[in-house]
């Protein structure tokens, strides 16, 4: 039996990258400036709080293997966390500092289908879109997520060893379990943060 623990992903703004701006400007005009920064503060507090029960968790560092969404396979993972921990992400920075504790950071998901997603939401941001539009770009979203899942999920059948735990950061909106081998058991870090998203789908 192999064990892969879930942790879900509230996004920094550090962890928007280039489409920060867009995103902060939308979310002020609809919700306003101070829900702005209530929001950020939020989010700053859950991962304080994830990072707490990772510690508390008392894991075998030298057998955990890291799984980050928005990490693409490539010969570039820990240059990729290491830039985005120093722009000030406590998500990236706490993959570091458990890597300084011997877990072993694994390339997580296909850099085609990241780009992919990039160019879909860059698209969706440029302006108004008839409703036929936003249809088919929905569908074309929920089509690339349930890829990524996939992928991500052949990654994880194929990486985690035998005896090793799996931490796996993943945004709520991803489903990866229907396709994980059967001796992988799923463990949620905040199991009613999962089942508060599965009521909402």
């Not at 992903?9 to 702005?36: C, N, P």
């Not at 998500?91 to 296909?110: C, P, S, Y």
């Not at 909106?173 to 905040?190: G, S």
Request: with cysteine; hydrophobic share 45%; proline share 4%.
């Amino acid at each position: 039996m192999r064990l892969l623990i879930a942790i879900p992903v509230i996004h920094t703004q550090q962890d928007m990258g280039s489409l920060l701006e867009q995103i902060k400007q939308e979310y002020i005009a609809r919700f306003g400036l101070r829900k702005w920064t209530e929001h950020l503060k939020s989010v700053d507090e859950v991962w304080d709080g994830i990072r707490q029960m990772i510690q508390t968790l008392q894991l075998p560092m030298s057998t955990v293997q890291l799984y980050q969404d928005g990490l693409p396979v490539c010969s570039r993972e820990a240059d990729i966390v290491g830039e985005v921990a120093a722009s000030g992400s406590k998500n990236h920075r706490l993959l570091i500092e458990l890597v300084g504790l011997g877990a072993q950071l694994m390339g997580t998901e296909n850099p085609e289908l990241l780009l992919q997603e990039y160019q879909l939401l860059q698209t969706a941001m440029l302006g108004t879109q008839s409703p036929d539009d936003a249809a088919r770009r929905k569908a074309q979203r929920e089509n690339l997520l349930r890829e990524r899942d996939d992928f991500i999920a052949q990654r994880i059948n194929a990486t985690l060893v035998p005896g090793n735990i799996g931490l796996l950061f993943l945004g709520m909106a991803h489903d990866v379990e229907p396709f994980l081998e059967a001796d992988i058991l799923v463990r949620h870090l905040l199991p009613a943060l999962r089942e508060k998203q599965a009521e909402v789908k």
